[in-house]
């Protein structure tokens, strides 16, 4: 007995100890940044576009495109992985066939993101045509995070108790009104946790925006899906490795990851509100 409590102490402790070093990873990565970048963030530096060869100016155009992408991302993997999930957890007949889909599912989820953005090229940029767009770039982004809402959502589902089900198709209600008046909502918060995670791999990718998407410089603001558009993670990658003045732009570079960083925060919060918000109208 005393044993089984000392190995379960010594469990939690090297949980407790894990969790620590990520956090303290993340602050550290944080307080790097902040020490780095905060003194090129200024108001012109968020509302101007690049000038003088991108040595100075402001990033702008980058904020808006990476705005852009990522919420067109965001609205094309959520309804499909949603749907998704709710047929291969409440119509699908489970068997060899689902078994598959799943298998397949978890391994998209591993395939590197630079291969998403080969397929974008091919595929929406050459074959359909659309070039190199906003659009091209959002179906890209939106295939590369379809797999991690799935799984989420999937997961979501399955965590309503079945006796909710059961209570409301004994009450004579269709399994459609069933799915979509109770298990969805029920299934909400851990919906929008996938989409948490996925937007944060969007908004940060750069190997399939590069391809399909993300412009060199462009100091104009896309008018139409059309258009292509400058993003944070390619701007950044462009500063470090490709600019014309590599260590006169290193401050912006710094400050440019810290934007991009708060961003996400940003936008991830947005979600975590909404969840919170859904959480507590469950309650009462």
């Not at 904020?63 to 609205?75: D, E």
């Not at 080969?118 to 890209?140: C, M």
Request: aromatic share 10%; hydrophobic share 55%; with cysteine.
């Amino acid at each position: 007995m005393r044993g089984r409590y000392f190995r379960q102490g010594l469990f939690f402790a090297v949980v407790r100890l894990a969790a620590f070093l990520i956090a303290a990873a993340l602050l550290g990565i944080i307080a790097f940044l902040l020490a780095n970048g905060i003194g090129a963030v200024s108001w012109e530096f968020l509302t101007a576009p690049p000038a003088d060869s991108m040595t100075k100016g402001g990033i702008w155009p980058a904020i808006v495109g990476t705005f852009y992408l990522t919420v067109g991302a965001i609205s094309v993997a959520l309804p499909l992985g949603v749907a998704s999930a709710v047929y291969l957890t409440e119509y699908a007949r489970q068997g060899f066939f689902i078994r598959l889909i799943r298998i397949g599912v978890n391994c998209l989820a591993g395939v590197p993101s630079v291969v998403f953005g080969l397929f974008g090229l091919g595929f929406f940029v050459v074959f359909l045509k659309f070039g190199s767009s906003i659009l091209a770039g959002s179906l890209t982004l939106g295939i590369m995070i379809l797999p991690t809402i799935i799984g989420a959502a999937e997961e979501a589902l399955k965590a309503v108790p079945q006796t909710f089900r059961e209570a409301s198709l004994a009450l004579g209600v269709s399994k459609w009104r069933t799915i979509s008046r109770i298990v969805l909502p029920s299934a909400l918060p851990g919906i929008l946790t996938g989409s948490i995670l996925g937007i944060g791999r969007a908004a940060g990718e750069t190997a399939p925006i590069m391809f399909t998407a993300a412009a060199f410089f462009t100091a104009a603001l896309p008018k139409s899906l059309f258009d292509e558009v400058m993003a944070l993670p390619y701007h950044i990658y462009v500063l470090a490795t490709a600019g014309t003045h590599i260590e006169q732009t290193r401050p912006l570079q710094y400050g440019t990851a810290l934007v991009l960083i708060a961003l996400v925060l940003g936008i991830d919060l947005v979600a975590i509100v909404l969840r919170g918000m859904v959480r507590r109208k469950k309650r009462w």
